[in-house]
């Protein structure tokens, strides 16, 4: 079974570098040092067991392995943030149906259903009334 990648960090900075070509550029874009943005880079190539990079002393390069990597690397960045996203909106504010029944006069009730309706727009809301007879 292959090994698992532990930390997304190590993800990120691996894209950086791929894109930006350095090190030092990848840590200033990350606010991270040039030398851990390589120390995540080896702890990913230790745990993939495959070299990403051909460095030098001046830029890194990726190899066959690295180019294919870093396709996928894109792709599961893209849907983690997705998936944040969805998730802040679905924490962000109650959703649903609201569903209220008053004999009380419509007047009283409108006002505080659209303000209800304005804080929550991923709500709807049903309401009837009643006479009481």
Known sequence: MPAMIEDIGAI??????ADLRRFKAAGQQ?????????????RLEGQLRVR??????RAVVLTAAGS???TRCRR???????????????????????R????????????????FM???PGSTST???ASSR
Do not use: Y
Not at 30 to 42: T, Y
């Open 12 to 17: 990120r900075a691996f894209v950086h570098a």
């Open 30 to 42: 990350m606010g991270l040092s040039p030398s851990a943005i390589g120390k995540a880079i080896q």
């Open 52 to 57: 990403l990079f051909h460095r030098s002393t």
């Open 68 to 70: 294919l990597f870093l």
């Open 76 to 98: 599961i960045l893209i849907e983690l943030e997705l998936a944040q996203a969805e998730l802040a909106q679905a924490t962000a504010a109650p959703q649903g149906r609201l």
């Open 100 to 115: 209220v029944r008053l004999p009380v006069a419509n007047t009283l009730f409108a006002p505080l259903m659209a303000d």
């Open 118 to 120: 304005a804080a929550h």
């Open 127 to 129: 309401s009837t009334t």
